[in-house]
Every structure is written in structure tokens, then in C-alpha cells.
């Protein structure tokens, strides 16, 4: 029996001394200190043999309520050394969505990251809390709340450490090692049950999809570790014995770029769409010179790395010799900007990516490897592969995974990274496999004839109007998602005669049309009501969406002064829409559009 590798991972580093992960000390001046793969095992094995003195039970789950921190992954493998079950919580759970969570998994033993989660916990009366932050003020009547510090000194039992060598010794491929609790767009979250197994394959097949990756390489920790795109990423880099850069604050991502300068990072779509919007906002106040610079630069590093590197195909030494210079002179201060100077993979998931976004990212050095997967899925089910990737599509089928089309264009998925079921739901376990055992993702797509895969709708996600036409609102939040001044986009429809959208706009962009305007005068909630803007924005709308079929095209409309968020429940904690939440809080407005 072979040992699971997220099991044999901690124990498998080339150099002791090497950064496992680093983590922020200093803010103000930037330092980012080690913690060596020698450091992360022992506390590992001290984290695990914790747990075993906390009575941690085989197969019994341990819940992480933090933000990004190195105490997150350590916790993450000693949960795997006990034979446990990791679960993660989004750090930006309610207070009923972690009730909700801790209930059906049964978690009696929870690591929270900062004050808020604490007090959470502590709400809930969870039994055993482990915390992070040493600024955390334990309450005066509890007396079970261990420091993380604390924790690690407990694991010091040499008879413990040797029933934690027997607990990781007996851990089989068919255990489960986390349940990964879905976002819940339409309902409760459904744990999905993922194996050993899973996590084993999918570290061998990225190993086999990504070759030229190797323990010299770094990544930026940056989706949350409770994201299974994260989880899986960060595991798989522990996996190949290389360094991740552990950044805690989301908002911080782009100053810790800049320091750290990771030659790898996993991220959603929105990221890129952030820097394609800031570069293209810059591109639109340069003078005539430079904009014709930086167009010449675009054309030959798109020329360059998409019609001959992405084909693989030997570049022309004029054409490279061009590329050369505007690499020097642009590029590479765009990539400065960013803090990817030293990138060499990029993969993104969770949502569609433009393909101008591609190819200008593509155009300026950066290999953005766009790609599928689900919760259920253990993340990638497809990406570009390394060369003849096709812009548009979502890359080709995995190693020892397998995609086909069914009924209602739906792509369905096997394989060893496929989840077993949903925890403590049989009933929606079975639904979501085929008779032949298949898993069934909810998405609709097709297979070209050189296996790439293209993503059409959402079929869980379509809406049905009242005259029966239906209409995939997420294709038509992307294709609007395309302006600038659109931040946030929800489309309205269901059983009603046409299509409407709620839009969010960028105050930023829409105050600087304004200005053009002569109505910078005009306040936030002013200015999403007057007829200049809100005539700009038909312009706009109609624009991105004029060649769809009629049934699908937007008729009215409606601007929004606050954005939608996670604590009034219209985002899931991945930041997609929750339309009956939008729906609901919004509905006098809607109803307005329909008058």
C-alpha cells in the first residue's frame, strides 16, 4: 500500500534547510522571513500529535476559520498526519454559514485566525479552539482556548508522536482528507467528499501537465486555502518542494507581488480583469507617441508569443530580436508593476476569461494557462496544455481524467480526482452521477475535434423568461463585464417577459466620464440616475451585447449606488451572484423595470 502523498509530503523535502513558505514580518519595509521545510514537519508532526492529545478521532474533522496564514497549511497536514478530515471555512463566513458548517460536519476542534473568527467560534461554543493571532483576547472564562504556540509545545509527547506515526502509517488512498463545502449560490453549501485519492492523482497529474515546474520555483499563496483551487495548488507546490510566499491580506496581493516577485500564482479571472483595466485606463491618458509605442510592442509580442511560441514553432530572429526590445522598454515594466518580473505559470479558473485578456497577457512574457475544474472535481479538470492552447476555450482533458457531452450539452466528468458523494446526502450524491457513473458538472459545452473544451452555459444557472426562451446570465455578466465601467453585473429575467440587468458601476471610471460631461458636480446617487449616464451606459451595454439574439439582449436597466457584498448575502464567499438574495433584496427596483 502506498503511502498518500499528502501524508508523505512533509517528509519529503530535497533540502532541510530550504523555504517551505514565507511569511510577512515587516509590512512598513516589506520583509517576508522563512519557515524551512526541516521547520514546517516538526510542526507539523507537533501540530498532529496536538490533536491526538485533544482526542481527535479518526476520520473526525478539524475545521480552519482563518485567513491565509502558514498556521493554515501546517494545520491542513497535521489534520492528514491524525488520519483526520480538514475543513475549510471561508474567513468571510456568517456566522449562520459557520453554525451551518460546524453542524453538519460534526467539528469539535476549530483554528481560527483573527479576533473575528474567535468570537465567532466561541459564539458557537465550539469545544476546542486553537488561535493564530497572538493579539487575540481569549475571554476571561475560557479556559479550554489554546494559543498556536501553546498547541505546538503540547505536541511534545514522544508516546503521542508514536501513535500519530501509526495514525499517518494507517491513512489509505480511499480516506477521506477534506470536505469542501461549495459555495451555495442556490441553497446550503453541500460538502464535497474528497479522498485521498483525489489529492494523490491530482498532484501526479499536474506533475505530468506542468514538467518543466520544479522545487527552484515559487508560488504566491493568494485564493483562499479553503477555495479547492488553492488548496489543491498549495499542496501540490509542498509536493514539488517548492517555496510559497503565504500572503494574509487580499488586499495587500499586489504590493506583496512587488516584493516577492513568485514565479507562479493561481487566481480567478477578476484579478486579471483588475490589470487588464488599470493598464488599458493607462493606455487611454498616454500621448500619441507612446500609444503608438505601446501598440507596435502589443502586435509584435502578440505575433510572437501567440503565433509562433503557443504553436511551437521556431521565432523569425527579426521578429525576436523586435520582441527583445519592446520586452525591455514595456514589458517588463508592465510585469514590474504587476510583480510577476520572473512569471513563468499563471493558471486561472472559477469563471470566464475574455479573450482579449488572454492575448494581452499572453502578448506582454506572462504564460496565462486558463483552465475548468470544480470543488467536486479536486479543482483542474482542463487547462491549456503546454503548446497549441486555443484562445477561447478551456484547454484540453487532464491525464487519467476523462470529459464527455450529454443530454443537454452537459459536461460530465470521471475519474480519480472525482469526489465520492456529498456529505450526509445521499439523495443529492445520487443526482449529481449519471446511471454509468459519471459526474454530472452542470455546465454546458462542446469537444472540438482536437479535444479542447468550450464552456456555453451554465445549465443549473439559466434563466427561463415567460416566454419560455431561456438565457445564460453568466455569458451575458462576462460579455458587460468587458467595460471599465462596469464593476458588477447581475441579469434579471426569470419568469418575466425580458431581460434587465442591475449594474454596479466603477465610481472611479464613471466620475471621470463625468467630467467630460460637466457633471462632476452631481453626487454618487445623482449620477446613476441622469439621463447623460445612463444614456452612456445604454451605449455601453448595447455595444457588448447588440449581435446576441434578441430574447437575450438586455432592455432595461438599472444603476446601482453600493456594490453587492458578501454581508448582505448577495455574493457567495467566491464572489459569484446569488440571484434570489439580489432578487429579493432589490425587488421593488426590478419591478420598477417591468412597469
Not at 308 to 318: A, D, E, S, T, W
Amino acid at each position: 500500500m502506498s503511502t498518500p502523498v499528502l501524508i508523505s509530503a512533509p517528509h519529503k523535502y530535497i533540502s532541510p534547510e530550504k523555504a517551505a513558505m514565507y511569511h510577512l514580518t515587516d509590512s512598513e519595509r516589506g520583509v517576508w522571513s522563512p519557515i524551512s521545510y526541516y521547520e514546517f514537519r516538526e510542526n507539523v508532526l507537533a501540530l498532529g500529535t496536538t490533536l491526538l492529545e485533544l482526542g481527535l478521532k479518526e476520520h473526525e474533522a478539524v475545521g480552519i476559520f482563518s485567513e491565509n496564514r502558514p498556521e493554515v497549511i501546517t494545520m491542513n497536514f497535521a489534520t492528514w498526519q491524525a488520519r483526520g478530515v480538514v475543513v475549510g471555512i471561508y474567513a468571510t463566513s456568517t456566522d449562520d454559514q459557520l453554525k451551518y458548517i460546524v453542524n453538519d460536519a460534526k467539528i469539535r476542534i476549530v483554528l481560527v485566525g483573527s479576533q473575528c473568527h474567535y468570537d465567532s467560534a466561541r459564539a458557537m461554543e465550539i469545544e476546542q479552539i486553537i488561535a493564530i493571532d497572538p493579539n487575540i483576547v481569549i475571554d476571561e472564562d475560557d479556559k479550554t482556548t489554546l494559543r498556536f504556540t501553546h498547541a505546538l509545545d503540547m505536541g511534545a509527547n514522544p508516546f503521542s508522536r508514536e501513535l500519530l506515526k501509526a495514525r499517518a502509517e494507517a491513512t489509505t488512498d480511499d480516506d477521506l482528507a477534506t470536505l469542501v463545502y461549495t459555495s451555495g449560490t442556490t441553497g446550503q453549501p453541500k460538502g464535497a467528499m474528497l479522498t485521498h485519492r483525489c489529492f494523490s492523482s491530482c498532484m501526479e497529474i499536474h506533475k505530468r501537465r506542468l514538467p518543466f515546474l520544479s522545487d527552484a520555483d515559487t508560488s504566491m499563496c493568494f485564493l483562499p486555502l479553503s477555495h479547492v483551487f488553492e488548496l489543491a495548488w498549495s499542496s501540490f507546490c509542498i509536493y514539488m518542494n517548492m517555496s510559497i510566499y503565504v500572503n494574509q491580506e487580499t488586499k495587500r496581493v499586489q504590493q506583496s507581488l512587488r516584493e516577492t516577485q513568485p514565479t507562479c500564482m493561481c487566481s480567478v479571472p477578476h484579478f486579471w480583469e483588475k490589470v487588464y483595466m488599470v493598464v488599458q485606463e493607462k493606455f487611454a491618458n498616454m500621448g500619441f507617441v507612446s500609444k503608438t509605442l505601446m501598440n507596435r510592442a502589443l502586435a509584435v509580442g502578440k505575433k510572437r508569443n501567440l503565433d509562433y511560441i503557443r504553436k511551437g514553432l521556431k521565432v523569425p530572429p527579426l521578429l525576436e530580436k523586435e520582441y527583445q526590445v519592446y520586452n525591455g522598454r514595456v514589458f517588463r515594466k508592465i510585469r514590474s508593476v504587476i510583480g510577476l518580473n520572473n512569471g513563468r505559470l499563471f493558471p486561472t479558473a472559477g469563471a470566464p476569461v475574455q479573450d482579449q485578456i488572454v492575448e494581452f497577457v499572453q502578448s506582454i512574457g506572462l504564460n496565462l494557462i486558463v483552465g475548468y475544474g470544480l470543488s467536486e472535481t479536486t479543482a483542474t479538470v482542463t487547462c491549456y496544455p503546454n503548446d497549441n492552447y486555443v484562445v477561447g476555450s478551456v484547454g484540453t482533458v487532464m491525464p487519467e481524467v476523462k470529459i464527455r457531452i450529454g443530454d443537454n450539452d452537459e459536461v460530465q466528468v470521471k475519474g480519480p480526482t472525482v469526489l465520492t458523494g456529498y456529505y450526509n446526502l445521499p439523495e443529492a450524491t445520487e443526482e449529481a452521477f449519471t446511471a454509468d457513473g459519471w459526474f454530472r458538472t452542470g455546465d454546458a459545452g462542446r469537444i472540438d475535434s482536437q479535444g479542447n473544451l468550450y464552456l456555453t452555459d451554465r445549465i443549473k444557472d439559466l434563466i427561463k423568461t415567460s416566454n419560455g426562451k431561456y438565457v445564460a446570465p453568466q455569458a451575458l455578466e462576462s460579455r458587460l463585464g468587458r467595460e471599465p465601467l462596469f464593476m458588477q453585473v447581475a441579469i434579471i429575467g426569470e419568469k418575466r417577459k425580458f431581460v434587465s440587468a442591475l449594474i454596479v458601476p466603477d465610481f472611479g471610471v464613471l466620475r471621470k466620464y463625468a467630467e467630460s460631461c460637466k457633471l462632476a458636480h452631481l453626487s454618487d446617487k445623482e449620477l446613476i440616475t441622469n439621463p447623460k449616464i445612463l444614456a452612456h451606459v445604454r451605449e455601453l451595454i448595447d455595444k457588448q451585447t447588440g449581435d446576441m439574439a434578441r430574447h437575450e439582449q438586455i432592455k432595461r436597466f438599472a444603476l446601482l449606488a453600493e456594490p453587492f457584498s458578501l454581508e448582505t448575502g448577495e455574493l457567495t464567499n467566491t464572489l459569484k451572484i446569488r440571484r434570489r438574495v439580489v432578487a429579493d433584496r432589490h425587488a421593488a427596483l426590478i419591478d420598477s423595470l417591468y412597469e
